[in-house]
């Protein structure tokens, strides 16, 4: 082994020791703000690994990818969850299901659904003495409560997650509570870590450097605690959208299918379609009816599996199957500038009432541009420009929706958008109301400065870049860039 693998090594040992340590704290979700600066040493380990396994042989950095991917994953296994408690609902949208009901019809909170509850998510007497317990009300003297959030709305996760959730419970063991949710993210996480080796593996420019590049996601400390510690079913919704990005460029309507079940798991990632539309508006000599053939190729299967998605439990369900939605989007201050952090840094810069419009102004400039400009080649790579202008003009502020970023860097190899992801964790986790905007804020000068150097230097390596003794097959990718 040589030094530099040997460095990569301890670096990987670090990462995972951090991580570990991190969840073995006993932490509960109510108290995150404890973990933000083991986690942001776990992302500095992880930034210091993801920068020396590019320069090692292909074969060591095989081996190490694969070992270090799957003991770092492996830590999210270590402990219940330390900053999320939206598992709960997850496996209570599961019994739900199973006992035959639409997880949409009903409330946790609600007295018809009592006799499925359980003493581990709706706790009794002093079980309800201990943090992140919600009171419910009950029919006698005795104290209720749950580990569900939001205990008296309905569930908000779109069809697709339910039936995840129904899948997950129908193959757990009597008792099992949090774990099998957090096996199948890692299971899923995995696979994630798996596409992206074999994809970049076989994809011209990057054969090489597969392994640096998959390591930007496989060892990424946002991936074992939000994805398998916290459960959060954007494990299956990103794995979904991978296949999709890696496959549409080749086969539109495969594509589209995959797509439309992703945002049927999450609705996050229907912000990729305009990657997958890449260059659609490109004059290149296509005619305006073979350009928007080639669009419906890829909308038409995406809109057909989500409405079929939803179909079964439009009709299984007396209310809306939205669920939650709207009242999410209100309590998040997506619809109300001058609440919480969104928009926080456009906020800088402009008066609150202006920041929404702003947000949308700017986000439809650059869908717009991917659908002119982008390489259809590359779907990724308009997927990742997108997504990412979305997280910095509507800042959000739950870290687990940027491991949709993580895995598209990954496939794409811009490694300054990392702090994307890095900017929602101190959003959610950091200390201070304005941990979130600085975060954000030094992401977007990442951002600017990587592409600053792109234009300056095509050829800029990076953390997620080829080895450098194989400089000219990532330096010619690099100038295959549409920005």
Known sequence: MTCRAAGTAVLLVALVGTLAWTAGQNAVPADRHGLFWPYALAW??????????????????????????????ATGLLSPPVTSTDSYRYAWD????????S??????????????????LFPRGAGCEGPDRYPITSGDSVASCTRINRPGVHTIYPPLAEAYFLLVHGLSPEGARHKPLQIGGALLALATSAVLLITLSRRPGTRDSAPAYAACYAWCPAVPLELVNNAHVDALAVLLAVIAMTTTNRHRAL????LGAATAVKLLPAI???????????TDGRSPARRMLDALAVL????????????????ASRGSVLGYFS?????????????????ALLRLVLPDSWAFPAALLILTIAIFHVLRRGDADRPWQGALAVTGVGFLVFTPGYSWYAVLVVALVALDGRWEWLGVPLASGAAYMGPGTGAGTIGYALAALAVATGLVARAVRPSTSSACNAPRQRRGAGARFWRGSFW
């Open 44 to 73: 500095a380990f992880f930034g210091a690994a993801t920068w020396a396994v590019r320069g090692l042989r292909a074969r060591q950095a095989m081996c190490l990818l694969i070992a270090g991917g799957v003991a770092v994953t």
């Open 327 to 343: 009242g999410y989007v209100t309590e998040e201050g997506y619809d109300d500038a001058g609440s919480r952090d969104r928009y």
């Open 103 to 120: 997880p949409y019809d009903h409330a946790p909170a609600e007295a018809v659904l009592a006799p499925l509850r359980d003493l581990w």
């Open 300 to 315: 038409g299967p995406a809109a057909l599996v989500v409405a079929l998605a939803y179909l079964p439990y439009v009709l």
């Open 94 to 101: 599961g019994r739900v299901q199973a006992a035959g009901v």
């Open 255 to 258: 594509g589209g299918t995959l």
């Open 272 to 282: 990729t379609v305009p990657g997958a539309l890449s260059g659609i508006l490109a």
